[in-house]
C-alpha cells in the first residue's frame, strides 16, 4: 500500500535549519509531486511548495522564498523539505502529500492531496 | 491568492442528525475546461494527518462512508454529513487546488453534542 513516512520530530534554535524526509513506498514515485504543507499551533493548513518528483521541478510559496527548498532522491523514493533561517513562528507540524500529475500534451492539471504523511513537529524555541 | 472561508468554525451536533459545513472561496474554482470544480475536503482527527473525503467538489473518495456527501459550485460549497457517527468526530477542511499556491479554509471542528 502507499505510504509517506515522515522523519522525527526536530528541535532547533532561532535562526538554525531543518531538513525533513519524506520516504515514500507502494507506487511509482516519479510520476507524481510532492508537496509540504505545514500547520502551527492553532492555524490553518499553510501551503509552501512542491517538487515533481519526475524532473525536480520546484514551486514555492512567497511567503517561504528565500527560505525553503525542496528536492528529492529517486534512488530512494524520498522527497526532503528544507528550511532555514528558522524563526519561532516556524513552530509548526510539517506535512508531506502526494499529488497525482496529470498531464497530456504536456499540459498538466491540479489534482489533490492523497495520502499525507504522518506528520514532523519542529519546536524553534531558544 | 485564493481565498477560502468555511463556516461555522465549530459545531456540536447529536448523534444521528445532520452535520452542514460551508466553504466559500474568493473566486470560482470551476474550470471552463472540464466544467470541474477543483475544491476538495478533508478530514483530520487529533494526532493524525488530514485525510481526503472528497474531491472534484462531490466525488467520494474510495472508502468514504455515503452518509458524507458533497455538493456546490463556483464560489459555494457544503459537506454534509447526513447522520453523524462518532467516527465523524475531527476538524474538517475545504481546499482549492484550482490554482497554485494551493489554499485551505480554517477549518471546521465537528463535535457530539
Known sequence: QVQLVQSGAEVKKPGASVKVSCKTSGYA???????????????RLEWMGWINAGDGYTKY???FQGRLTISRDTSASTAYMELTSLKSEDTAVYY???EIRDCTNDVC??????PWGQGTLVTVSS | ??????????????LGERATINCKSSQSVLSSSNNKNYLAWYQQKPGQPP???IYWSSTRESGVPDRISGSGSGTDFTLTISR???EDVGVYYCQQYYTTPRTFGQGTKVEIK
Not at chain 1, 514515485?29 to 492555524?43: E, L, T
Not at chain 1, 492539471?109 to 492523497?114: K, L, V
Open chain 2, 1 to 14: 491568492d485564493i481565498v477560502m472561508t468555511q463556516s461555522p468554525d465549530s459545531l456540536a451536533v447529536s
Open chain 2, 84 to 86: 453523524l457517527q462518532a
Open chain 1, 29 to 43: 514515485f516519479s510520476r507524481y509531486a510532492m508537496h509540504w504543507v505545514r500547520q502551527a499551533p492553532g492555524q
Open chain 1, 61 to 63: 510559496s512567497q511567503r
Open chain 2, 51 to 53: 485525510k481526503l473525503l
Open chain 1, 96 to 98: 508531506c502529500a502526494r
Open chain 1, 109 to 114: 492539471y491540479n489534482r489533490w492531496f492523497d
